[in-house]
Every structure is written in C-alpha cells, then in structure tokens.
C-alpha cells in the first residue's frame, strides 16, 4: 500500500524555520514527481514545489523561491521541505503528493497525498 506521511509542522515566529518530512512507504521515488502543496484557512490548496527524479529537476512556486528548499533522502524514502524566513502568509497545511512516471505535480492529478501537518506562523 503507498503511503506518505507527513511531520515536522508547528508554530513557528516569523523569520523562523521549520522542516517538514514526508516518509513514504509501499514505493520508492524511482519515476515519480513529488510536491509539497498547502492550504491555508479559507484558500484553495497551492502547489509549493515539485520535484521530478526522473528528469532531475526541482520547481518552486513563486512566493516561495528563495526561502524554501526541497530534497530526498533516498536512503530513508522519505522527502523533506527546509523552510526558512518564514512569513505570517506561509501559515497552512503541508500536504506531500506523489505521481508516478511524471514530470510536473498537477494539483489535482496527483496520485497519492498524505495527511497533512500544520505550521503557523506567528507575527
């Protein structure tokens, strides 16, 4: 069964750092797009970044370029999200997705998503 599950999230003051984890389980990230999305209170869930290990590259959303950096572990299955310098806006739920054989993370074409984990963002 695939499974991903995020951790990592809390309350955070502005200008802190957070890194969230997504331990995957029933796959390895051989071919697959993996994103970070989140939904903030009242607003549509955003893609936060992609990365695709068959094509090698990472994408990040706009407002977060800069501050916010992805990786695998793949030694551990699992995908990580470093956030730093992080604002009031960052505060949502962090969802992980997965979608096989892909290059990009299409919001709503993802094949699998884990839970959820919280971060707010104090000012």
């Known amino acids: 069964e695939v499974q991903l599950v995020e951790s990592g999230g809390g309350l955070v003051q502005a200008g802190g750092s957070l890194r969230l984890s997504c331990a995957a389980s029933?796959?390895?990230?051989?071919?697959?797009?993996i994103g970070w999305f989140r939904q903030a209170p009242g607003e549509e869930r955003e893609g936060v970044s992609c990365?695709?290990?068959?094509?090698?590259?990472?994408h990040y959303a706009d407002s977060v370029k800069g501050r916010f950096a992805s990786s695998i572990d793949n030694a551990k299955n699992t995908v990580y999200l470093q956030m730093n310098s992080l604002k009031p806006e960052d505060t949502a739920v962090y969802y992980c997705?997965?979608?096989?054989?892909?290059?990009?993370?299409?919001?709503?074409?993802?094949?699998?998503w884990g839970k959820g984990t919280l971060v707010t963002v104090s000012s």
């Open positions: 990365i695709s290990t068959s094509a090698g590259t990472i």
């Open positions: 997705a997965a979608l096989w054989g892909a290059h990009a993370c299409p919001d709503y074409g993802m094949d699998s």
């Open positions: 029933g796959f390895t990230f051989d071919d697959y797009a």
